[in-house]
Structure formats: structure tokens, C-alpha cells
């Protein structure tokens, strides 16, 4: 029974949210190796890119709910979520008129336009900060639980508890379906296959008859839609803090070059890598550690990280990866 109530308790504090997490670091890595494979640039005005959709999706949030137009037991951000995708998507093309067009055209150089979209990033996070504000924000007024602690005790009889938020299932099950959508896209369409064959050969592409300003645009706006899906998601699960998404930057790159940046299979499973290692380095393992040892608590935590440290978590592991093996898990390409 104490294993049972050890199993319980990790995949409450470690499973579930490492889960949750990963698929929003897994969809903003999608991104991040969308641009980087198509564009050929590392983009950090991604994270804030997320922060601009979320406070999109914030406001016609608010909108609604003050008509009284809701969604059941489910988000009202989920109502508006199309909204945010299509107002990303035009700041997307907007900006990529204005400002990345003229580099490419010069055929700058990569580490140009990673300047440049600093730059970006810059702009992005004042006109979110203008937008919406600098507070913390909870815009989550669907049903709470899915599982809430009595309902498992009831169930189970067991002494720890567990808890399934609705946010966590609405984000695994949204991360799965967009993905689902974005690979029969790439595999299955005529653009799709056009984006694919311009990542892999531009000038081979171009000489195929391939329309670079469509493959360009399209890029934009799918990475767009997917910086708006994840930064909704991680708002939904946690909160809404302009900031907080210029921080969640270095993870989301960490899980692309981890995975392999490049190649979308692997920034997916870099996203979990980073996340389950984020949770399980940062979790107090004092609980589990007193459930399977008899008659002993340890004194201190056994946490072998404070939270505070979580992003230093990422920094290492990309460290490490970018060292060891600067290819990826997934054999992206060499950074």
C-alpha cells in the first residue's frame, strides 16, 4: 500500500505536470524549429510572439465573458483561442514584411537575424506589456478538477491524494491534435511537401518552381498558430505574466536543440526531456522518500534543486547537448 501511495504521489507532483508542460514546451519548440529549418535564423521574439497571442486571446476572452457568451465546463479562452491565431498570424506577416524581408532579400547572415529578431523581441514584449499589462492574470473559468483529491480518496481509499486539473487534460489533448494536424500538413499537402523540400534544398526548391514568398508566409502563420496554442495553454495551466514568456524562451530552445533543432519529432521529445527534468530535479522527494523507507522522514526536503533554479536545469542540459552531441537526440541540424 506505501508503494502504491508513492506511485501516487509522483505521478501527482511529477507526471501530471511534467506531462502538461511538456506538450506547451513541445508545441513552442515546434515553432522555434519551424523557422529555424525553413527561414534559417533562430527567432527570440518567439516566446514573446506567445505572450502577444495569449494576451489576444486574454482580451476577446474578457469580451465574451462580458457578454455572457461561455463554453460549458470547458476554457472561454478556448472560444476566442481562433481570434489570438488569426491576430498572430497578420502581426506574423506584418512583421516579416516590414522588418525580415529586406535581410532576406540581402541574403544576410544568420547571426544577423538572430540580431534582428532580438530587435523584434524587444518590440513584441512592449506592445504585449502595452496591450495587456504587466500583472498576473488567471483567465482559466472553466471547471476546475477533473479528479479533486475526495473524489480519489472515495474511489481509491488510498491516503495520498491526487488531483487531474482540467487544464492539464485540455492541454495534452489540444498539443495532440494540433500536432496531428501540423504533420498531416507537412506530409500530406501540396504546400506542406513544398515547406519540406525548401527546408531541405532552397535552391534546388526554387528551381523546382516552389514560390518562396508562399513557403515564407505560410511558416509565419503556422508559427503563429502554434505560438498562440502554447502560450494559451501554459496561461490556462499557470498564469499570464508578459515576462514570464521571455523567460520561458531558454527551455523552449533548450527542448528544440535538445531534440534536435530541425526536426520536429525531436522538439517534441526534447520538450518532454526538459520538462520531466525540470519537475523531477526541482520536486521535494521528502513525501516519496517517507512512503518507501518504513519508519524514517528525512529532515530536509530531498530536493535536489530549489524551483528557483529550474531554467538553470535547461541551461545545462543545452549546454550539455550543444557539446556532446550538437545535433540533437533526433539528429537536427548542427547549430
Known amino acids: 500500500m506505501e508503494l502504491v501511495n508513492a506511485l501516487v504521489a ?3 507532483y511529477v507526471i501530471i505536470p511534467a506531462t502538461a508542460y511538456g506538450a506547451q514546451l513541445a508545441l513552442g519548440a515546434l515553432g522555434v524549429t519551424l523557422i529555424y529549418s525553413i527561414l534559417r535564423f533562430s527567432n527570440f521574439a518567439h516566446g514573446d510572439t506567445m ?36 491576430a498572430t498570424a497578420a502581426l506574423m506577416l506584418g512583421t516579416d514584411k516590414v522588418v525580415y524581408q529586406y535581410y532576406r532579400k540581402v541574403r544576410a547572415a544568420p547571426v544577423v537575424m538572430v540580431m534582428v529578431s532580438v530587435g523584434v523581441m524587444f518590440v513584441m514584449n512592449a506592445l504585449t506589456r502595452f496591450l495587456i499589462g504587466v500583472d498576473q492574470i488567471n483567465f482559466d473559468d472553466g471547471a476546475r478538477f477533473v479528479i ?9 481509499g488510498l ?41 531541405d534544398n532552397e535552391d534546388l526548391a526554387l528551381l523546382s518552381g516552389i514560390d518562396p514568398n508562399k513557403v515564407v508566409a ?9 505560438a498562440t496554442i502554447a502560450g494559451t495553454l501554459y496561461g490556462l495551466d499557470k498564469s499570464f505574466k508578459a515576462f514570464t514568456y521571455f523567460q520561458l524562451l531558454l527551455p523552449i530552445f533548450a527542448s528544440a536543440i535538445v531534440g534536435g533543432i530541425g526536426n520536429p519529432v525531436g522538439a517534441i521529445a526534447g520538450g518532454f526531456v526538459i520538462s520531466f527534468s525540470e519537475v523531477g530535479l526541482t520536486y521535494a522527494w521528502k513525501k516519496v522518500a517517507t512512503y518507501l523507507i518504513p519508519n524514517w522522514e528525512p529532515d530536509g ?9 529550474k531554467y538553470a536545469v535547461s541551461f545545462t542540459i543545452l549546454i550539455l547537448v550543444l557539446i556532446f552531441k550538437p545535433t540533437g537526440l533526433f539528429k537536427g541540424k548542427i547549430v
Open 301 to 309: 526536503l530531498v530536493q535536489l534543486l530549489s524551483t528557483d533554479y
Open 51 to 86: 505572450a502577444f497571442g495569449t494576451g489576444v486571446v486574454i482580451l476577446v476572452t474578457w469580451g465574451f465573458q462580458s457578454l455572457g457568451i461561455s463554453f460549458g465546463p470547458l476554457p472561454t479562452a478556448l472560444l476566442a483561442l481562433p481570434f489570438g491565431i488569426l
Open 148 to 156: 479533486n483529491a475526495r473524489q480519489w480518496r472515495e474511489m481509491t
Open 10 to 12: 509522483i505521478t501527482n
Open 218 to 226: 505560410v511558416t509565419w502563420i503556422i508559427t503563429g498558430a502554434l
Open 159 to 199: 491516503a495520498e491524494p491526487l488531483t487531474l486539473r482540467s487544464t492539464q487534460v485540455i492541454t495534452v489533448v489540444t498539443a495532440i491534435i494540433t500536432v496531428a494536424i501540423l504533420f498531416w500538413f507537412l506530409n500530406r499537402t501540396r504546400t506542406g511537401k513544398s515547406m519540406r523540400a525548401f527546408s
